[in-house]
């Protein structure tokens, strides 16, 4: 990636500062430490590869060089923003499924922090926030795209398939470009954020939605149930099969194989 061609796609955003690696062993460590001493609001850490991406419970992030996007926003939430701090996730999820819609592509998110392209992961998004006693301090939201073929992994290395922007839309395509409408859809959508459209919006893009689903939790047990949405916190609302409400706030969401 081109630092001039990168600064020149991002002069038009109100970002705090950039910083840009040719490689790094994840932008979200890197941001998460940068953010300890009085960085900006909106500032970012950017990547052409990652040699430790990190994804979900110590899982990891594939960025190989030349490929994709990886990159990570310090946010400073405001007062009001520290109450839908659970819904940050999909401000970033909403952004993405935009940037690729506006390319024309029917993308959906799969609760809580993948975005899919034709069934599979195509983006990958890590929420981490960082306290003082009650208050937030800072949450810095890391996004991977697989943007060329070349970003995907090896099958056997993933529990889910994945796919690049490049197998949809061919091989013709700017990363910088990518990453400004991003930045720019969650800038656009931050102030939403508490609103109940905002779930909504989130809502209508969500992956199986009315299918049989089960939700694996990190330590094995899973939930199951038909997914029908969101609660207003960003949680995923189930029903069971006597139709009772269950609220999963933690997981991976799984099609439940037919029996
Ligand atoms: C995620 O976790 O999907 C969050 C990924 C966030 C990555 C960004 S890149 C910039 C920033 N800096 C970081 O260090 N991280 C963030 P999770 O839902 O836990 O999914 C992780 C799983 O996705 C792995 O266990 C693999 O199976 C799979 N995976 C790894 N690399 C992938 C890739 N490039 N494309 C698709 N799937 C991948």
């Known amino acids: 990636m081109n630092y001039d061609d990168l600064k020149k796609a991002l002069s038009k955003l109100p970002l705090g500062e950039v910083k840009y690696f040719d490689s790094i062993g994840s932008t979200n460590t890197e941001a998460l ?151 720019a859809g969650i800038i656009a959508l931050r102030p939403h954020l508490g609103t109940d459209s905002f779930i909504a919006s989130w809502e209508k893009v969500l992956a199986f939605r009315g299918e049989q689903v089960q939700i694996e939790e990190a330590n094995g047990s899973f939930t199951v149930g038909k997914l029908l949405g969101l609660e207003p916190d960003g949680s995923l609302r189930l029903s069971d099969e006597q139709s009772n409400s269950i609220t999963v706030r933690f997981g991976d969401v799984h099609l439940r194989p037919h029996r």
């Open 33 to 183: 430490a940068w953010a300890t001493t009085d960085t900006k609001d909106l500032s970012l850490v950017i990547a052409d590869e990652q040699t430790a991406g990190r994804g979900r419970l110590d899982r990891k992030w594939f960025t190989p060089p030349g490929t994709a996007l990886a990159f990570s926003l310090i946010v400073h939430p405001t007062a009001e923003e520290s109450s839908y701090l659970t819904r940050i996730v999909g401000l970033a999820a909403l952004a993405i499924v935009d940037a690729l819609q506006a390319r024309s592509l029917i993308a959906q998110i799969k609760w809580p922090n993948d975005v899919l392209l034709n069934g599979r992961k195509v983006a990958g998004i890590l929420v981490e926030s960082v306290w003082s006693g009650e208050e937030v301090d800072y949450v810095v939201i890391g996004i991977g795209i697989n943007v060329l073929k070349g970003a995907v992994p090896p099958a056997d290395l993933l529990q889910f398939p994945a796919t690049s922007l490049e197998e949809s839309l061919g091989p013709a395509m700017e990363r910088e470009e990518i990453l400004r409408d991003i930045l």
